[in-house]
Structure formats: C-alpha cells, structure tokens
C-alpha cells in the first residue's frame, strides 16, 4: 500500500515570496493533516480535513497561511507571503476516521 | 490542556546498553500515549501507543513504554541499543483519541558503537 506522499521535498525561498505544498494522503482516508515542525520541536498541528471539510484550524495563521483540499483526496497548503520564521519542515498525515495517523516524508522549507 | 514533557534533548548510549527515554504527560482526561520515532529526512512513524488496555505496551524494534498513572509517566525503553536505533523519538498524547495529538520536543538518541 503506497504511504502519504508529498512534493517537493525541499524548497528554498526568499522572503516575502509565496510557496505551495501538495500533499496525496493514504487512498480512503478521508482524515488529512497538516503539521508544521521547526528545528528542536515537536510537530505542530495547523490544520485538519475530514474529506473536504475543516475540522481544526484553530493554529493556523490565517493571514498568509491557506490550505484545501478539493474533492477530498489531494491537498494544497500555502505560504503568501513567507517569513523567516516558516522556516520549517511540513507533514501531511492521513488517516481513517477516528485512526491512527500515518505521516509523509515532509518537505522542507527555508525562507532566506 | 494536555502537554507531554520529553526529559533530555539528547541521548547517547553504547551499543549493547539499555536505552531510555522519559516522557511526562498532563492530561485532564484519561490519554492516549504515543511514541513516534522519526529518521533523518523522514516522516513520523508509530512506535506504539497506549490506549486504556495493558499498561505494559510493547512496539516495534524490541521497543516497550510503561504507561505509570500515578507518576504521569510513559517512559520508552529497549533493553540493548542497535546501531540502526539513532533517530530522533516524540512522545505524545491525545485526549482519548487519534486526532488531537500534542507532540513534545523530541529526544535525539545517539548510538556509540
């Protein structure tokens, strides 16, 4: 069974400029997440999908950050405009309603 | 609101040796624990989880987490450390479910050969 995928894995940015991620959850999870994890800390949940809803997004900083997730398989998150401070790595995970959370690989941002 | 407290950013250990890791969890409600260990350029991956039933949770690679009440602990142990165990583990916890998950720091394991 093919795992969480997500491009790219690696982005480098300037400042102010906008970047999207696309993340392909595990086929039939309807739960998708998207976390954000910087350097020395645990990932930190932004924002949470049950098919094509939000659930959660209550830690998502909604004036540069959007995420969606049409017909409730693929998902996008969004950075516009990108601060030094999104300096990341950012994880999609998916999961069966009510399940364990399976994660992808990530992809790492940098804001110079 | 729940939290979990990773003791020790860094852990270094012989092969051969016991490995452990601590983990303290707040909770305002009966938790779920999870320990996720992450590789290099990797995502997460499930370790083992605590879920109500045995206290005594055993995962994947030889590892085992105790989940202790009464000290708010869910510590992850191995008896004999491998080489291929360096990698960086989070303890974390839910409120009763698989979904609102709260990670802590995360601990560096370091593998001496």
């Known amino acids: 069974e093919a795992g969480v995928a997500q491009s790219p894995r690696y982005k480098i940015i300037e400042k102010r400029q906008s970047v999207a991620f696309w993340c392909n959850p595990i086929?039939?999870?309807?739960?998708l997440y998207w976390y954000q994890q910087i350097l020395g800390q645990g990932p930190k949940l932004l924002i949470q999908?049950?098919?094509?809803?939000?659930?959660?997004d209550s830690q998502l900083p909604k004036d540069r950050f959007s995420a969606e997730r049409l017909k409730g398989v693929d998902s996008t998150l969004k950075i516009q405009p990108a601060k030094l401070e999104d300096s990341a790595v950012y994880l999609c995970?998916?999961?069966?309603?009510?399940?364990?959370?399976?994660f992808g690989p990530g992809t790492r941002l940098t804001v110079l | 609101a729940q939290s979990v407290t990773q003791l020790g950013s860094h852990v270094s250990v012989s092969e051969g040796a016991l490995v452990l890791l601590r983990c303290n969890y707040s909770s305002s409600v009966p938790p779920y624990l999870f320990w996720y260990v992450q590789y290099p350029n990797q995502g997460l991956q499930l370790l083992l989880k605590?879920?109500?039933?045995?206290?005594l949770v055993k995962g994947i690679n030889g590892f085992e987490a105790e989940f202790k009440k009464s000290e708010t602990s869910f510590h992850l142990t191995k008896p004999s450390a491998h080489m291929s165990d360096a990698a960086e583990y989070f303890c974390a916890v839910s409120d009763g479910g698989y979904q609102k998950v709260t990670f802590g720091t995360g601990t560096k394991l370091q593998v001496i050969p």
């Open positions: 999908f049950q098919n094509n809803g939000v659930v959660d």
């Open positions: 995970a998916s999961s069966l309603v009510g399940n364990e959370q399976f």
């Open positions: 086929s039939g999870h309807a739960t």
């Open positions: 605590y879920t109500s039933a045995a206290t």
